[in-house]
């Protein structure tokens, strides 16, 4: 005779569920295996039947929430997870990413050579037309045909006005600098200066000063940038004439054999005679220490090249070879700011002449160079390399479990979130916070500014966006994280992370939105454009009006123009608030049904309320995870699943609250899966890892560690979830 035990054995499981699935599924299961020719031996046995067919519950029935559920809130729930998936992958490319150009910019990369900025003059053209000078608009019609000296400057003002009295309408225009008298005299000065080399101009007498007012430097009120055109004619014939373009930059130079740096003028020169020319002669010219004395010294110059450092190499041309040295210099437009010898951002720029037709020597001036960017801080960028590590591993663990699902015929899918705590998100955010005071606060004002410049049309701040996205994307989702905590609602990381994707990308019409932060940051940033200005005492303030203009020291960061700069977060964090009230105020007037798994009566019994009303499952009561306090940034799914009255885990809630079960054996901390594998290969407990032994859909109370020889190779990669109870 058999006992229970040896009975209980010989009770299958398609028994089991040829009993609940039969059309005598409603007598009781003691007449059932009596009419299937097996006998009961006591009431014990009959018990146990019963509780095996609720341990397998899952494997017996088929959950009447799916049953009900559409096949488009299938799809939606699939596409929800799908799109956390995409949403992880995101991350990992901007953390990635960001931590790339950190090293980048560590090992002291250049950044291409390019365009920087082009000063353009858009009136001289229609005054001067398309043939020779004398034949031009302006001498026929303004001048009328009399090119007789003038004593006075002729500002272009628009196609059809000139004036003599100056830019009018032009609030930044600088009478001191484009006045009769200073550029007269600058003109013959240059003149005297360098008709040694360009004897063409000592034959040329200078008719009248023509000013284009659209010149944009001019409109600027740019002190260190100048660009006049002189009509001058031959002493021999004076129907022949030429317009001689003198374009002028006060900036940095430098005599390193001579251990000598400071300010210069660098002229360039244009003669043109007819605007057919399609290669016209220039000249560059150079003042050293000017404006710090008070008239030029102008020598000619030759180009040698450009450095490295984008500087332009000249060497100059004695007057007297035979007794005067060769001087080698480097000069360079600078713009931008710096914070020491540790951080700096500066655009060093050269202007070459060759090449050019007369048309674009006339209306463009183009300068070419490359932004240095310097930051001896840009290493803590590299913790976004760890937080990427982190989800990577999150979506190595989720693979591994859908892919154990597939096998077994059934398509789930886990959000990678899941596994990134309010906690973990929130001390990503302060480490985030702590790497930006760690340097100066470097990175958010470089990236304000190159914000602001785009707003004012200065010039333009080159910064590496990639490390800011990082940055903000991380910030925002520990706010986002702490937020979901605060009003205990879960926040989707699919629209979390559409949401801060749409708002970074569109930030800047965000910021036009609202004039008082326009306001603050044109205000801003155009008291820090002007810094570079150098100042002057009044004694070299009479010497010459034109000023050197640099890259200056970044002063003490404006809390004000920061906040204005990053307003688009307040914007994204206020539209994820109001998302969570409104995702609260619906489930307060549409709280959840309860999903239970039995196919025989989908009635909600009394043991099925008091269940839901709060008492934990067995799987909570062992890990201490408990489901319904899981807040944070993750996709919402069901905490429990409900069969004759009995509360289980669902797979969502095991995965969510961050337990896999191994080659259905043990229940283990995603988290532990790594120490697991250093244990393994290491052959040492270097840690104490604790594990729960799973029998069916049960968890053992109590733990147990973890041993190098707990688990074999070949359970690690057999990772699953079900519902536990």
Request: glycine share 6%; charged share 20%.
């Amino acid at each position: 005779m058999m006992s229970c035990a040896e009975k209980r054995r010989f009770i299958t499981l398609g028994e089991l569920t040829g009993w609940s699935k039969s059309s005598q599924s409603k007598l009781p299961i003691t007449e059932y295996l009596k009419r299937s020719r097996r006998s009961t031996c006591d009431l014990e046995l009959v018990q146990w039947t019963r509780q095996q067919k609720l341990m397998k519950a899952s494997s017996l029935v088929c959950i009447s929430r799916r049953r009900s559920m559409t096949g488009s809130g299938r799809f939606f729930n699939l596409a929800r997870r799908l799109g956390a998936a995409v949403s992880a992958c995101v991350y990992v490319y901007a953390s990635m990413t960001a931590t790339w150009w950190a090293l980048h910019v560590l090992g002291g990369a250049r950044n291409p050579t390019e365009t920087l900025r082009v000063f353009t003059s858009s009136l001289i053209k229609d005054y001067v037309g398309d043939g020779l000078i004398s034949s031009s608009s302006l001498v026929l019609d303004v001048l009328g045909n009399d090119t007789t000296p003038r004593d006075y400057v002729l500002y272009l003002e628009s196609s059809t006005n000139t004036s003599t009295d100056g830019c009018n309408g032009l609030p930044h225009f600088d009478t001191a600098i484009y006045s009769y008298d200073f550029l007269s005299q600058g003109y013959e000065d240059m003149v005297s200066s360098i008709k040694y080399n360009v004897t063409t101009l000592a034959d040329l007498e200078l008719v009248i000063v023509v000013v284009d007012c659209s010149f944009s430097q001019l409109e600027a009120g740019d002190p260190s940038e100048v660009r006049v055109y002189n009509l001058v004619r031959s002493r021999n014939d004076i129907s022949n004439l030429y317009l001689v373009t003198v374009s002028l930059s006060v900036q940095e130079y430098e005599q390193r054999d001579h251990n000598k740096h400071g300010p210069a003028v660098l002229g360039m020169l244009t003669l043109i005679h007819d605007m057919q020319d399609q290669d016209v002669t220039q000249y560059y010219m150079a003042a050293l220490t000017y404006p710090y004395k008070r008239s030029p010294d102008f020598q000619m110059y030759e180009v040698v090249g450009i450095t490295d450092e984008s500087y332009l190499s000249l060497h100059s041309i004695p007057r007297e070879p035979g007794t005067e040295p060769v001087k080698h210099i480097l000069t360079a437009r600078k713009r931008g700011f710096y914070n020491g010898d540790s951080q700096r951002n500066v655009r060093t720029m050269y202007s070459l002449l060759d090449g050019v037709n007369a048309t674009n020597a006339l209306t463009r001036w183009e300068w070419v160079g490359e932004a240095v960017t310097i930051d001896s801080w840009a290493w803590v960028h590299c913790v976004h390399f760890f937080f990427s590590l982190q989800v990577i591993y999150s979506l190595v663990v989720l693979f591994l479990v859908t892919y154990q699902k597939i096998r077994s015929g059934k398509l789930w899918l886990g959000d990678p979130f899941a596994s990134l705590s309010t906690a973990t998100l929130v001390m990503r955010g302060v480490l985030v916070l702590i790497s930006w005071a760690m340097n100066s606060f470097w990175s958010i004002n470089e990236f304000a500014m190159s914000r602001a410049a785009m707003i004012t049309g200065s010039s333009p701040v080159l910064v590496h966006k990639e490390l800011m996205h990082a940055d903000l994307f991380t910030i925002y989702f520990c706010l986002v994280g702490f937020m979901s905590a605060v009003v205990r609602e879960r926040i989707d990381p699919t629209f979390a992370t559409l949401l801060f994707e749409m708002v970074h990308q569109n930030r800047q019409k965000i910021i036009h939105l609202s004039s008082g932060v326009i306001r603050v940051m044109s205000t801003y940033s155009e008291a820090q454009y002007n810094i570079g200005i150098a100042k002057v005492t009044p004694l070299l303030a009479e010497m010459s009006p034109l000023r050197l203009w640099s890259s200056f020291q970044l002063p003490e960061k404006s809390p004000k123009f920061l906040s204005a700069s990053f307003s688009p977060m307040i914007f994204l964090l206020s539209s994820a608030t109001v998302f969570a009230i409104l995702r609260k105020i619906y489930r307060f007037f549409r709280p959840d049904k309860i999903h239970q798994r039995s196919s025989v009566s989908t009635d909600t019994s009394a043991n099925e309320r008091a269940a839901q009303g709060g008492t934990a499952t067995n799987f909570e009561i062992s890990t201490g995870a408990m489901l319904q306090t899981r807040f944070g940034l993750v996709s919402d799914y069901n905490n429990y699943v409900f069969f004759k009255g009995m509360k289980f885990a669902s797979a969502d809630g095991v995965y969510c609250a961050g337990y896999v079960i191994v080659n259905e054996k043990y229940l283990v901390s995603s988290k532990d899966l790594l120490a697991i594998v250093m244990i393994k290969l290491l052959r040492a407990r270097f840690a104490n890892i604790y594990v729960y032994e799973v029998h069916g859909h049960k968890v053992k109370d109590t733990a147990r560690l973890v041993f190098p020889a707990t688990f074999m190779w070949s359970d690690l990669w057999r990772l699953n979830v079900t519902v536990l109870l």
